[in-house]
């Protein structure tokens, strides 16, 4: 069986950000799955979501393994946690290369542009010159778009699910909401790695009723009989907020990269979102979910009106925006058909 390898990448000639600020080195944490072929045709790149990291094989367990969708047999799966992560990658809790404390509140702001310049140059650390398959989704499916664009020749194909070109007023409402709550900790305003965390917690619960839908609650969290308090809906609220918690995930990171998720526009200094998404080479799948309030299907529907060689598909989900990542097997067979439509168009030697 082939394992699942960490490494990390340490960049020691650093990154100049969308605002002008630098990060004199930085290092991403990333997991591979697999082996490059000969011909380095067999290369999967996942960008994770918010609150992911690059172990995938903890958040998409039925879509990368042995036997699945994307399977280590035959490809090389790769995935990188984030820059602003808190996950091995260079983020607030690191230490800042000058002094060796770490940022904190200093930290400085990041944009998907910022995030995927960094990929690329774990990228061509890595030489790779082609991707097979670039996917992501939500935040993730952002910055695998701004990367298609910045990079048009980088993937043979593209696959995007429940994600938009340009983060909505809706959608940054409720990442504001969130970080309005980490404010409310009194802890926010300390330099410490705790700082902000029952304020986390609260944010993570908001999160939950972007991420899933009236029906999804009312199908899993009713009561079953007649009560007065302790409801089931309360208990799983906390329980969601209790968990990011005990994953290491801290407040700054949350912030950071919810920021970054708000900034998100494809189109900035480019002339717009379409003369963009127009740049795209690759050959491109879209799956939305029916259900998604955060990143509703008229979002997935606007993107196929512009990118080039592409294809959409709205999928049904009783669990809202989540169905990207609970709904396996209508992605796996989805995806499995878009590669049989879209063989390789370009052999490496």
């Not at 305003?189 to 009312?218: C, D, F, M, P, V």
């Not at 918690?245 to 002339?271: C, I, P, Q």
């Not at 097997?329 to 168009?345: C, E, V």
Request: glycine share 6%.
């Amino acid at each position: 069986m082939i394992s699942l390898e960490a490494h990390t990448y340490t960049n020691k000639d650093g990154i100049v950000l969308e605002s002008g600020r630098k990060l004199s080195e930085f290092q991403l944490r990333y997991h591979t799955w697999g082996n490059i072929n000969e011909k380095r045709d067999n290369i999967v790149w996942i960008c994770h979501a918010l609150t992911a990291g690059s172990d995938v094989s903890l958040w998409w367990p039925d879509l990368v393994g042995s036997g699945k969708l994307f399977d280590p047999e035959t490809h090389f799966i790769i995935c990188a946690n984030m820059l602003g992560g808190c996950y091995g990658s260079t983020g607030p809790l690191s230490p800042k290369p000058e002094n060796g404390n770490p940022y904190f509140h200093n930290f400085p702001t990041l944009t998907n542009r910022d995030i995927v310049a960094a990929f690329d140059k774990l990228r061509d650390h890595l030489n790779i010159r082609q991707i097979h398959t670039l996917v992501g989704g939500s935040l993730g499916g952002q910055q695998a778009m701004e990367w298609s664009i910045v990079q048009p020749n980088l993937p043979q194909r593209l696959v995007l699910l429940a994600t938009n070109a340009r983060h909505s007023p809706w959608g940054i409402a409720f990442n504001e909401s969130q970080r309005m709550a980490i404010e409310q900790d009194i802890t926010w305003q300390l330099n410490t790695a705790r700082a902000g965390e029952s304020g986390l917690k609260a944010a993570r619960s908001i999160a939950l009723l972007s991420y899933r839908q009236y029906h999804a609650y009312a199908a899993t969290q009713a009561d079953a009989e007649d009560i007065t308090d302790n409801y089931r809906a309360v208990s799983y609220q906390r329980y969601q907020g209790d968990k990011l918690v005990s994953r290491k995930f801290n407040a700054y990171t949350y912030w950071h990269l919810s920021k970054a998720m708000d900034s998100h526009n494809v189109g900035r200094e480019r002339e717009g979102v379409a003369r963009a998404l127009r740049q795209i080479q690759a050959d491109t799948l879209i799956i939305g979910i029916d259900t998604d309030v955060l990143f509703p299907p008229e979002e997935q529907l606007e993107l196929a009106k512009h990118i080039p060689q592409c294809e959409v598909e709205i999928i049904h989900s009783d669990y809202g925006h989540d169905g990207f990542l609970l709904e396996v097997d209508q992605i796996s067979n989805r995806i499995t058909k878009f590669y049989n439509d879209h063989p390789s168009r370009v052999q490496l030697t």
